[in-house]
Every structure is written in C-alpha cells, then in structure tokens.
C-alpha cells in the first residue's frame, strides 16, 4: 500500500554529486528501514545502503564513504546523497521499504519498491 516515488537521479560528471530523493505516500514509512539498491545493465540489482527507524545506516563497501542516507520522518522522505561518483555507479537507483525495523541488505526483505531514477555517471 506504500508508494515510493525517487527524484533526483541524472548525469553528472565523474567526481560529481547528485542527491536522490524518496518520498513515500503515508506515515506508515516512519516505522520501517528503508534501502537503496542500484541496478546496472545487465547485472543483479545490488545493495547500497540502508537506514533503520532510528536513524542508524549501513552501507555498501562500494559506495562506504562517499555516499550518505537520511531520512526524514515529518516529510515522509528519504535521501541518498552521493559524492565523488564514479563511472561505476552508472545504474538505476531504486527506494524500498523493508519488512523490518533494523534494515538489511537483501533485496527479499524489502517489499515495496520506486519505480527508479537514472544516475549516469561520466568518465
């Protein structure tokens, strides 16, 4: 019944920046962790971070360091903020809701998902 909506994505050079926005359709989203994953062509689609209900997150060696979530309950959002982006991370980037509080880092424990946004990375 959750509905995950992402912005933000685009293309950007390499060591560029890009925020994406989440925004989820009820309040239902503040009692649950959230991810991002990522999917490029051709490939599964893979873990990048996540954040429980109180704030704590987890990340991906991939992207550990250059990348940070956040959530913000009073507007129902979400936010991946990702900093010196490398043709690498070229993928569709997905916001999901998980089945739980803590939050993990397997795609079968999130059961609502965004459509997507492009990040198009540059060399």
């Known amino acids: 019944q959750v509905q995950l909506v992402e912005s933000g994505g685009g293309l950007v050079q390499a060591g560029g920046s890009l925020r994406l926005s989440c925004a989820a359709s009820t309040r239902t989203f503040s009692s649950a962790a959230m991810g991002w994953f990522r999917q490029a062509p051709g490939k599964e689609r893979e873990f990048v971070a996540t954040?429980?209900?109180?704030?704590?997150?987890y990340y991906s060696d991939s992207v550990k360091g250059r990348f940070a979530m956040s959530r913000d309950n009073a507007k129902n959002t979400v936010y991946l903020q990702m900093n010196s982006l490398k043709p690498e991370d070229t993928a569709v980037y997905y916001c999901?809701?998980?089945?739980?509080?803590?939050?993990?880092?397997?795609?079968?424990?999130?059961?609502?998902w965004g459509q997507g946004t492009q990040v198009t990375v540059s060399s």
């Open positions: 954040i429980t209900q109180n704030s704590i997150t």
């Open positions: 999901a809701k998980s089945r739980f509080a803590i939050g993990t880092n397997e795609v079968d424990d999130y059961d609502s």
